[in-house]
């Protein structure tokens, strides 16, 4: 292999070959950001092949090997109080019930989670200009949801409900709408997010918000209650309450993710993406980020739990005013694991393009290369490359293991300072 993109022109063209020799039966796995209202024009998506599972659990029309998923991203008074508690019983043969107390305000726990946590979730607008097939510009829009996590405006959503608009080239704005959507909506800027665990935090100019109530998500067993807030099929619908319970836990939905995901059977659908799921106390549990469509499967929905989810925005918050740490690559999102597995190459990050006097050029790194590890760390998947350079301080030097031709060569790389990106 001389080159990677010279060998696969033959091979593989924007996905198509790769469809059309494919086989299998599937059914689809999508993310769950919303499309936009029917009257817009178009709504922000991008499509990622994910891992194949044991069973025929997940797919798509076309695959192969059996049963490989395609992942949509598509862009969409007084508190009650809330309390579990075991009732007496003089037969230990029996099971306990659990009865749920609320207060007068409240006449179930779905309701009364609502009026405790739901100003705390958000809804999020993203715009983005695109070029039209006959070179004009036009508009694209995505909606999803987000969760305050500080009073003086730190917002938590999903990657992949502003991936378009992070990517975008052109201009592109975020908007935070708090309340409802017939509320002015600040504009929003991005601090920074996590691809892999599909993470990010928005920043809106903003005091005294509702901040949500965060809970321990080591402490969920599979079968209690959950309630879901977001706005399922966009902002129209901002502020959906859903009922339902934990189905299982530590579920890993994707090759490109290393997160162990909450299921539950609580309606998650298309701009939920980035919304809450509640215990009925009204704490944070998870983060709504994805759910199985099939017409096989039903009340499938995934959560990413809150444990994690403080963890990775913590850092994310904590590192807004440093230089990004940069290399001079950029790498390619179409060459997954399971592409380059399936024309017989390592798992890794393509590299797209190298810049002119950056550190990646000086260390002799090539446009094709495949980056299989970065510093003593398996890039199982390309999103992986990023997670790991931003762990980097400006001035370290990695070692990286680059496949180029059939060979497997070791490289050392001093890590730069973006500075053009604060």
């Known amino acids: 292999m001389d080159d990677f993109y010279n060998n696969q022109n033959n091979q593989y063209n924007q996905g198509d070959q790769y469809n059309q020799n494919s086989e299998g039966a599937f059914a689809s796995y999508s993310f769950s950001a919303a499309p936009p209202p029917p009257q817009k024009k178009k709504h922000s998506t991008g499509v990622v092949i994910l891992s194949a599972l044991l069973a025929a659990i997940i797919g798509a029309s076309a695959g192969i090997l059996g049963a490989i998923s395609y992942v949509q991203f598509n862009n969409g008074g007084e508190r009650s109080s809330v309390s579990e508690k075991s009732a007496e019983s003089g037969e230990a043969s029996k099971a306990q019930n659990v009865t749920i107390n609320v207060d007068k305000s409240a006449v179930n726990a779905a309701e009364a989670v609502s009026e405790k946590a739901g100003k705390s979730v958000v809804g999020i607008r993203t715009t983005t200009s695109v070029i039209s097939f006959f070179g004009g510009s036009q508009k694209s829009t995505g909606e999803g949801s987000g969760v305050v996590y500080t009073s003086d405006g730190y917002i938590i959503t999903n990657y992949h409900v502003i991936e378009d608009a992070v990517k975008s080239t052109s201009d592109s704005t975020i908007e935070v709408f708090v309340g409802s959507v017939d509320s002015t909506p600040y504009q929003a800027t991005v601090v920074g997010y996590n691809i892999s665990s599909d993470l990010a935090v928005l920043k809106i100019e903003a005091q005294d918000l509702d901040t949500v109530e965060i809970a321990d998500s080591s402490d969920l067993k599979a079968g209690q209650s959950a309630v879901a807030i977001g706005a399922p099929g966009g902002l129209e619908f901002m502020g959906s309450v859903t009922y339902g319970v934990i189905s299982g836990l530590d579920r890993v939905r994707s090759a490109s993710s ?86 017989g190459y390592p798992a890794g990050a393509v590299v797209l393009s190298v810049y002119e006097d950056s550190p990646a050029s000086e260390a002799g790194i090539r446009r094709g290369d495949i980056i299989t590890e970065f510093n003593g760390k398996a890039i199982s998947e390309y999103t992986y490359f990023y997670d790991y350079l931003n762990e980097c301080d400006p001035g370290q030097t990695v070692s990286l293991k680059i496949y180029r031709s059939g060979k497997t060569y070791e490289l050392s790389v001093t890590v730069a300072a973006d500075t053009a990106s604060k």
């Open 258 to 343: 290393s997160v162990a995901l909450i299921q539950t059977d609580a309606a998650i659908n298309p701009g939920n993406s980035g919304g809450a799921l509640f215990d009925v106390t009204g704490k944070l549990i998870g983060i709504n980020s994805s759910k199985i469509v099939a017409d096989e499967y039903e009340n499938m929905g995934f959560a990413i739990p809150s444990n994690t989810v403080v963890e990775v925005v913590n850092k994310i918050i904590s590192k807004q005013n440093e230089p990004d740490p940069y290399i001079g690559i950029s790498i390619s999102e179409t060459y997954t694991a399971q592409l380059l597995n399936y024309y």
